[in-house]
């Protein structure tokens, strides 16, 4: 069973600083996707096949990485970018799984 | 655009079946390009995801280990929706539910989200 693990647990940075957000597979995966979520709201996606923005998500928004060690990188945070944000792998056992998540606040 | 509207009830006594309701706008339950899937979120679990239905010529279904004895999930084409149904309930299954169209690249369009109580 594939598990992904988030790092940090919390980021406390400030708006206009970069936010580097690493997810982790305890095995390869084929797929890995990541979504922003605020309080009271569904997921949204952000990133899928590692490094594609999703439709109307903001370039400073970017994914990297391959195997086992994945990032996503905010170049600029916008105060609209304070949220928990999740990893999630696709393909295999499980079919789908997610990280625990990551909280990025403000400092 | 595409749109999910969640309906179901917010409290399930144990033991009973919960069952909530996915209303498709902007696309196709028979869609065989996509899926159509059941999230949901605790915060002793977080985010688990736990079946989905899609078209491929056929109706096909998948199910996460977790629940496979006692979920379902069923398309309805005649209202363009699809069901979820979880039998046996216990406190454990107290959740925020989504339903979700996915696809390789990961889940898209969400749902609102149902706060589902397992309580007597």
């Known amino acids: 069973e594939i598990v992904l693990t988030q790092s940090p647990g919390t980021l406390s940075l400030s708006p206009g600083e970069r936010a580097t957000l690493s997810c982790r597979a305890s095995?390869?995966?084929?797929?890995l996707a990541w979504y922003q979520q605020k309080p009271g709201q569904a997921p949204r996606l952000l990133i899928h096949?590692?490094?594609s923005r999703a439709t109307v998500i903001p370039d400073r928004f970017s994914g990297s990485g391959s195997g086992t060690d994945f990032t996503l990188t905010i170049s600029r945070l916008e105060p609209e970018d304070f949220a928990v944000y999740y990893c999630q792998q696709y393909g295999s056992s499980p079919k789908f799984s997610f990280g625990q998540g990551t909280k990025l606040e403000i400092k | 655009q595409v749109q999910l509207q969640q309906s179901g009830p917010g409290l399930v006594k144990p033991s009973q079946t919960l069952s909530l309701t996915c209303v498709i706008s902007?696309?196709?339950?028979?869609?065989?390009?996509?899926?159509w899937n059941w999230i949901r979120q605790s915060p002793s679990r977080g985010l688990e995801w736990l079946g989905r239905?899609?078209?491929?010529?056929?109706?096909?279904?998948d199910y996460a280990v977790s629940v496979k004895s006692r979920m379902t999930v069923n398309p309805d084409t005649s209202k363009n929706q699809f069901s979820l149904q979880l039998n046996s309930v216990t406190p454990e299954d107290t959740a925020v539910y989504f339903c979700?169209?996915?696809?390789?690249?990961?889940?898209?369009?969400w749902g609102q989200g149902t706060m589902v109580t397992v309580s007597s």
């Open positions: 096949g590692a490094s």
């Open positions: 979700a169209r996915g696809w390789s690249g990961g889940f898209d369009i």
């Open positions: 095995q390869s995966v084929s797929s």
């Open positions: 239905t899609y078209y491929r010529s056929k109706w096909l279904n």
């Open positions: 902007g696309d196709s339950v028979s869609s065989n390009s996509v899926a």
